[in-house]
Each structure stands twice: as structure tokens, then as C-alpha cells.
């Protein structure tokens, strides 16, 4: 008779293997065996993905998986899925990571239940992702555990300005903001400056100002629009060694960089515009990067992209 090796494994080895993997396998291998029946609270890191459920909603007459009522099918097995894991695991240890992908679940109370959950029980990354626009309410937004976390898309912190201290993650190192939609421009502000150990930024959003004291390495990608001209761009971050910055060029910049050792330059010009009257090209160049060239000229690794040599001829 073979030997089944694996479960032959300790039950804190299982539970580390089990965290590999998205939450409803780890689930779905409580049916195995009495032996992996009760694995499930060991694992600490939980990711419910709902591309990884697998819905019986094909139903005859729907032509398509993605029709609304297969949406709300979907919507309604993975929203069970998640309260009755969090419900199972309420008094598991504390979990380490925590991922949400959804994209068809509306209920923002719902999902801002399930943050913060995670919160209270000590998360130290957190990923945050979903299709609909719903507000992350700021007023349970906080946690001392918090290393990592990563907000892409839909979910958005609430409110036209956080007050002071209300976002605060004393121990964020890592911040991620993919295409995230501010209510205000002052708002993205507010919430870095509640990260006072922020070490690492990865932004994908338009921003016009960044201050951040401790900082060391950030990405920039604000390459959405090139009908809107940006005035101009101002970055404060002293301690800053490593800058990836890629956008349409600003009409100005004014930054702070006294300790940048590293940058990576990916400036682009906004495209002319034609004269409908007399089918001329306007020859005027918008962005002047001046300051920006002069605050790193002592750098000692400086990569430009084609289109930033461009820019710098018309500057």
C-alpha cells in the first residue's frame, strides 16, 4: 500500500503548506481525509480570490457566464464563502497575510467588515482589490501590525479629507496604490503622512504633490491622460534613494531629493495640437524639467528613456 507522505507531515508543516495556496483550496482539502479536516485555522495566510471559486451557474438560456444573473450568483457564493471562513477562523492565531479579489460583491459595509477583521487580527500585509467603486471607511483603517498593504482599483479610502491620525499605520513599510480614485487631490497626502515608516511607495495615480520624510524607494506611473496638462509636480522626500518616474511631462517641477543615489526617467511630451483653421501644428512645448535635472545632477546612476532625452532637447 502506498504511503501518503504528506499527510504524514506535522500539523504546523501542513498548515504552512496550506497557506501557499489560494483559501478555497486550502478549504476544499478538509474533505480529503479526517486528517485534514481541522487544518484549516492553522493557516495564516488567507486569500480569497473569487476567479478562484468555481460557480454551477451556467444555466440554460444564459448565453453568456458574465449575464446579471450569474453575476449575482457569483456575488453571493463567494460573500458566503468569506463570512463563513472568517467566521471559522475567528479564533485562529493571527493572520499574517490577507488578499481580496472581488468583483461582483457591492455590500460596502460587507467587505469593510471583512478589512477590518483582518486588521484586528494583527495582518501584517494586506491586499485589497475589487471592480466596483466602494469606500474603505477611514475611521477603522488603522493597525500597529501593518507592514505591507496594496489597494488596487475599486476600493478607495472614504472622505473628503482624513482628519489627522485618522489612517495610521505606525509600522508600514511597503505602500502600493494602483489606479486608486482620491476623492481629492490633498487626500493621497493625508494618507502617506500617516505612514511615518514608509520606506518603499509604488504609485499608479496621478498626484501633483508628495512629501514623505523616511521614504527611501519610489515608483511613479502617471501616464493616464495627456489631454490634461499638469502645472506642475512637487516631490519632498529627503531621504529618497531611488526614483522610477514615468508621466507626461509636468509645466514645473519642484522637489527635494538630497540623498537620491538612483533614477529612472521616463518623461514624455504631450502630443501638438493641430489648428483646425489652417491645419498647422502648434509648435508650443508644454513641461520644463530644469529644476528636475538640476535637483539630481550629483546621482550616480541615472537611466533616461528615448522620450526624456526629448523632452530635456526642448527644455
Known amino acids: 500500500m502506498d504511503t501518503d507522505l504528506i499527510s504524514n507531515l506535522p500539523d504546523d508543516v501542513l498548515g504552512k503548506i496550506l497557506s501557499l495556496v489560494p483559501t478555497k483550496l486550502a478549504a476544499a482539502t478538509s474533505v480529503l481525509s479526517k486528517r485534514w479536516r481541522n487544518l484549516l485555522p492553522l493557516v495564516d495566510s488567507l486569500d480569497f480570490d473569487e476567479t478562484m471559486l468555481f460557480y454551477p451557474d451556467n444555466k440554460d438560456g444564459e448565453d453568456e457566464a458574465s449575464s446579471y ?12 464563502f468569506v463570512d463563513k471562513t472568517l467566521a471559522l477562523l475567528s479564533n485562529a ?18 467587505i469593510n467588515r471583512w478589512i477590518r477583521t483582518a486588521l484586528e487580527r494583527g495582518c501584517l500585509e494586506l491586499n485589497l482589490e475589487a ?26 479610502p472614504g472622505g473628503h479629507l482624513l482628519p489627522f491620525g ?14 486608486v480614485c482620491f476623492t481629492c487631490f490633498d487626500l493621497i497626502n493625508f494618507f502617506i503622512h500617516g505612514c511615518p515608516a514608509l520606506e518603499e511607495l509604488f504609485l499608479c495615480v496621478w498626484m501633483q504633490y508628495m512629501s514623505s520624510p523616511n521614504v527611501k524607494r519610489v515608483t511613479i506611473t502617471s501616464d493616464f491622460d495627456d489631454d490634461i496638462k499638469r502645472p506642475s509636480m512637487m516631490l519632498k522626500t529627503p531621504s529618497l534613494v531611488y526614483l522610477d518616474y514615468s508621466s507626461y511631462v509636468a509645466g514645473n517641477y519642484y522637489v ?14 504631450y502630443e501638438p495640437i493641430i489648428y483646425d483653421e489652417d491645419g498647422l501644428w502648434n509648435e508650443e512645448v508644454f513641461g520644463n524639467i530644469t529644476n528636475l535635472i538640476e535637483a539630481i545632477r550629483t546621482i550616480k546612476i541615472l537611466h533616461l528613456s528615448p522620450s526624456s532625452l526629448e523632452v530635456s532637447f526642448f527644455s
Open 131 to 156: 471592480a466596483n467603486y466602494l469606500p474603505i471607511d477611514s475611521q477603522y483603517f488603522t493597525s500597529n501590525t501593518l507592514v505591507k498593504l496594496t489597494i488596487s482599483d475599486g476600493l478607495y
Open 256 to 269: 527635494v531629493l538630497d540623498s537620491l543615489v538612483e533614477a529612472r526617467l521616463d518623461l514624455r511630451l
Open 166 to 179: 485618522g489612517v495610521f499605520f505606525p509600522a508600514l513599510k511597503t505602500l502600493t496604490l494602483v489606479s
Open 69 to 80: 444573473e450569474s453575476g449575482q450568483r457569483r456575488r453571493h457564493s463567494f460573500s458566503h
Open 93 to 110: 492565531p493571527l493572520t499574517e497575510k490577507f488578499s481580496l479579489k472581488c468583483y461582483h460583491e457591492s455590500d460596502g459595509a460587507r
